[in-house]
């Protein structure tokens, strides 16, 4: 009889103790300052870098929030959209800059493109270049390019003010 009140009040002890212990755990847990994560480019690494530090400052990597970066993730995503969407990437529309179309046809006719997305890559292209899975520069004239979308043209004319 005294062997069983013994292991009852041990089992009582550890059922009691374990919650406790579970709780002591998980809020250490929550205590715990955030992450950083940190973005390294490459001119980081150099030895210059630490040699001057005022010099190349702005190269010095900023310290991300991952808490604005996941709401970040929240603003670009639709967040009413069913599981598995994502998002389309917009096709890229292009800005005339400048065109080149020499006297002699030794040399192509070139343009320089600007797209109009988020990157605002610059592209010099000539005829015959790609510029995506279906455009193709078709055609360079003084002040206009003209773009071949499938069996649509795209016409792109240099505007009052020209890229110098």
């Not at 630490?50 to 967040?79: G, M, R």
């Not at 020499?102 to 343009?111: H, N």
Request: hydrophobic share 40%; charged share 20%.
């Amino acid at each position: 009889m005294k062997l069983t009140w013994k292991h009852l009040s041990i089992l009582g002890t550890v059922l009691l103790c374990y919650p406790l212990l579970a709780h002591i755990q998980w809020s250490r847990g929550l205590e715990q300052p955030p992450k950083k994560v940190y973005v390294v480019h490459d001119m980081a690494r150099k030895k210059t870098v630490k040699k001057n530090k005022k010099l190349y400052a702005h190269l010095i990597p900023k310290p991300v929030d991952t808490q604005e970066q996941f709401l970040q993730t929240i603003l670009e995503s639709n967040i009413f959209a069913p599981l598995g969407w994502e998002p389309t990437e917009a096709t890229p529309t292009y800005r005339l800059l400048g065109t080149y179309v020499p006297i002699a046809q030794k040399i192509d006719a070139t343009a320089i493109l600007q797209e109009t997305t988020k990157t605002g890559a610059i592209k010099v292209v000539s005829i015959g270049t790609k510029l995506g899975a279906d455009t193709v520069v078709f055609d360079i004239q003084p002040k206009q390019v003209v773009l071949k979308k499938g069996k649509q043209r795209i016409t792109l004319t240099l505007g009052k003010f020209q890229f110098l």
